[in-house]
């Protein structure tokens, strides 16, 4: 058996989970919320919801997710090449990023260090999908390539055009389609 495969397979199964993970809790957290409201609300505000599930779910969902996220990228910086291997490095920051968003929410202090680290994560997995759609790109994986491109056009359009809170949902499900498929593709890596 091939255990450079069974190694990428772990680290690309942590993409996975974290988006699954994140992904029920988000909407378990917004179920138990009637106040959190879909355009108007950003998704850090359910970390701050007066419904203690809700603020708790939001808040374990990005530690843990971000531990996975971590875990991912060191995944794709040991079991890939040049700009996708890059793209691991900038995942690993963006997922320490979504660590400290759920453990400084917006009530903490000012609010200004968990702005802070929400920019951080937004920006470093930015550059994290450029570098692995164009690593993907330049190796020939036409579905990872399409399926990075699709998902950071259209958060680029939701930023562009919608509301703050909407725009910063539709960013964060781009963001898990494209952790998830970069998951997939860790996962069925050769070596």
């Known amino acids: ?19 699954f993970i994140f992904s029920v809790a988000w909407i378990i957290a917004v179920c138990g919320d009637a106040s959190w409201v879909l355009g108007e609300n ?5 970390g701050v919801s007066d419904v203690q ?25 040991i079991f890939e090449k040049k ?3 890059a793209s691991g490095i900038f995942t690993i920051i963006a997922a ?16 200004n260090a968990h702005l802070f680290v929400a920019y951080i994560f937004f920006l470093f997995t ?9 690593g993907d790109y330049h190796e020939k994986k036409t579905i990872p390539t399409a399926i990075t ?21 539709v960013i964060v499900v781009c963001i898990l389609i494209w952790a998830a498929a970069q998951g997939v593709k860790l996962a069925m890596e050769k070596a």
């Open 1 to 19: 058996m091939n255990s450079r495969k069974i190694g990428s397979a772990g680290f690309g199964i942590a993409a996975l989970l974290g988006a």
């Open 42 to 46: 950003t998704i850090s505000d359910l």
């Open 53 to 77: 599930i809700s603020a708790d779910l939001f808040k374990y969902a990005c530690i843990i997710t971000g531990v996975l996220f971590a875990i991912f990228g060191i995944g794709k910086a």
């Open 83 to 85: 700009a996708n291997c």
């Open 96 to 111: 320490l990023a979504l660590i400290a968003v759920g453990v400084y929410n917006k009530d903490f202090g000012n609010g």
């Open 126 to 134: 930015a550059i994290a999908a450029i570098l692995s759609g164009y």
């Open 149 to 169: 491109v699709v998902a950071f056009v259209v958060g680029l359009f939701a930023y562009a055009t919608c509301s703050l809170a909407l725009a910063e949902v």
